[in-house]
């Protein structure tokens, strides 16, 4: 999980570094490694649209490829036509048709659907964004899901902020509070802890394998950047961004592995930099793969 959590961190970088558009996901790398670390292949993840290359990678997408997306390369997994939302398929990982918020919520409510119908054991794990629950997908899926004791975990990616807004400006209860309407269990976790997010998420995966039905988890942490690379988020006050990039979840991380013995400094270093060399050979080849063109626009890349 350490070193899926420095992928994400120096993944996100670079493709802020390169991309104005990109949506930075420092800050949140313990939800995104901690929900989806550990499902089985056959398993289905339904990431939210921010920060998901590194859940793409964990179920083995190649960093070339998505450094190549990033870009808008023809090699990318979405042929160049979409930056962080298309995921490769062949790895059961839900992907996005539009930047519509809140369609990922039913496509994987559906996904549960069928695997509850055909009578299988994987589950469906879904994250989403704070203000995204409030689209009203959102309370359709939750509800059928449970009435229909599904096997969907959701995990809200509590990043605190829509855009510029913050969420006490657009969502009045604690959202893990919603659970007890679906009568299903809900589960607030600080989102800076990646062995706390991984315990509680893999708790309601055992939950939803045995056929007990969805879970709502809330992980609690702060988007550092931010909307995307471009906006300087000064809507902020300074104040809180230093208390929240104070408790950074890989620092948090390498304290723990430090003063249990399980990693040296030295270990620690050999890992990041590691993961670096391994980023930036895959932008420096994805920065020579050719730009995607009308080709990937054609007609056998619309219908199947
Ligand atoms: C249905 C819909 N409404 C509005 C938008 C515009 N929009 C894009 S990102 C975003 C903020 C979403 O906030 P949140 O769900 O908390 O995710 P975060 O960006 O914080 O990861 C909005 C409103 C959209 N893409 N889709
Ligand atoms: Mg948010």
Not at 20 to 35: K, M, S, T
Not at 135 to 150: P, Q, T
Not at 179 to 196: E, F, M, R, S
Request: proline residues 6%; contains cysteine.
């Amino acid at each position: 999980m350490h070193r899926w959590m420095l992928f994400s961190r120096i993944m996100e970088a670079e493709c802020c570094r390169r991309n104005p558009r990109w949506f930075p996901a420092q800050g949140e790398e313990a939800i995104l490694v901690g929900a989806f670390f550990g499902l089985r292949p056959d398993d289905i993840a339904a990431p939210h649209y921010r920060g998901p290359f590194v859940i793409y990678a964990m179920r083995g997408a190649d960093p070339r490829r998505l450094a190549a997306q990033a870009l808008g390369k023809a090699t990318g997994y979405s042929l160049g036509r979409s930056v962080p939302f298309t995921g490769p398929a062949d790895l059961n990982v839900v992907p996005w048709v539009a930047g519509d918020l809140g369609t990922s919520i039913g496509v994987a409510a559906g996904a549960a659907l069928s695997i509850a119908y055909r009578g299988g054991d994987q589950v469906v794990v879904l994250s989403v964004g704070d203000g995204t629950t409030n689209r009203g997908d959102f309370h359709e899926s939750l509800n059928l899901a449970a009435v229909w004791k599904l096997p969907l975990v959701v995990v809200v990616q509590n990043n605190q902020y829509s855009i510029s807004l913050h969420l006490s400006s657009v969502t009045a209860a604690p959202i893990v509070d919603r659970a007890a309407g679906y009568g299903i269990p809900g589960v607030a976790v600080d989102g800076t802890d990646v062995l706390a997010v991984h315990e509680v998420v893999a708790a309601a995966v055992a939950r939803a394998r045995r056929g007990d039905g969805p879970s709502l988890i809330e992980a609690r942490a702060y988007r550092w950047g931010g909307h995307w690379a471009a906006d300087r988020a000064l809507y902020r006050p300074a104040t809180e961004v230093d208390e929240w990039t104070r408790r950074d979840p890989i620092t948090l991380l390498e304290t723990r592995l430090l003063d249990q013995g399980v990693l040296s400094q030295a270990e620690i270093e050999r890992v990041r930099r590691t993961v670096e060399a391994e980023v930036a050979a895959a932008f420096s080849q994805a920065e020579q793969d050719p730009p995607a063109g009308w080709e990937q626009l054609g007609i056998g890349e619309v219908f199947a």
